[in-house]
């Protein structure tokens, strides 16, 4: 499996600001994914990211709020936009090996951020 | 569309003791993936299990052991003799291809909480 990294583990941000979140793949990998959990909740996908394109979003989530870069098979940010304290969740980076539904998705380690 | 559901939100147990927790989903699909993850307190996911829809053997693995029963949806994790490094959150997780180029929707179940008791 895949090591995954993101930065920053955590933060604190002022309500208004914007925070980008990086996730590193110590690999090539075809398929980035990018989830939300919010306290006490499951995850929910916000949108799929592959090298190369646009990234792909769920409904309910926006590329103005969450843009997202992916620029090679290695790396991508998501940045979240002029936050609120809704904003407040843990964000996940995951990477699946192929663009089938067969693969496993690894986890990187989340980026917890609270939202004053 | 497809749908995890993990009745049971929190589960304490005392350490030793074996627990299982449940699983259902729903899919249209003849073809599919389910998983379990663990989310310890620190947060990060890892992975557990692969199961896909046309293996129903049962699966063992140390203290952990999973029942893949297609005649009631149910994908149930059981874990035997239980220790405090246990408590975590676990989640199921289903895996559809979407799409006619077969990309990847997972969906995930709200979670169940275990707190293992010394």
């Known amino acids: 499996s895949a090591v995954i990294s993101q930065k920053p583990s955590r933060d604190i941000c002022q309500r208004g600001t914007s925070l980008t979140i990086q996730c590193q793949v110590d690999?090539?990998?075809?398929?980035m994914f990018w989830y939300r959990q919010q306290p006490g909740q499951s995850l929910t996908l916000i949108a799929t990211?592959?090298?190369?394109?646009?990234?792909?979003?769920e409904s309910g989530f926006v590329i103005d709020k969450f843009p997202i870069s992916r620029p090679n098979l290695t790396f991508s940010t998501l940045t979240v936009s002029n936050m609120s304290p809704e904003d407040s969740s843990i964000y996940l980076c995951?990477?699946?090996?192929?663009?089938?539904?067969?693969?496993?998705?690894?986890f990187g380690p989340g980026t917890r951020l609270t939202v004053l | 569309a497809q749908k995890v559901t993990q009745a049971q939100t929190e589960i304490s147990v005392v350490e030793k003791e074996d627990v299982t927790l449940d699983c259902v989903y729903e899919t249209r699909d003849t073809t599919y993936y389910l998983f379990w993850y663990k989310q310890p307190p620190s947060g990060e996911l890892v992975f557990l299990i692969r199961?896909?829809?046309?293996?129903?053997q049962n699966e063992i693995s140390g203290r952990y052991s999973w029942n893949f029963q297609k005649s009631t949806s149910s994908f149930n994790f059981t874990i035997t003799a239980s220790q405090v490094v246990d408590s975590a959150v676990y989640f199921c997780?289903?895996?559809?291809?979407?799409?006619?180029?077969?990309?990847?929707?997972?969906?995930f179940g709200i979670g169940t909480k275990l707190q293992v008791i010394p």
């Open positions: 690999s090539q990998v075809t398929m």
């Open positions: 990211a592959n090298q190369g394109s646009e990234a792909t979003y």
């Open positions: 995951s990477v699946g090996g192929r663009r089938t539904f067969t693969d496993t998705q690894y």
């Open positions: 199961r896909n829809s046309f293996d129903e």
């Open positions: 997780a289903l895996s559809e291809a979407r799409g006619s180029g077969g990309y990847q929707k997972v969906t």
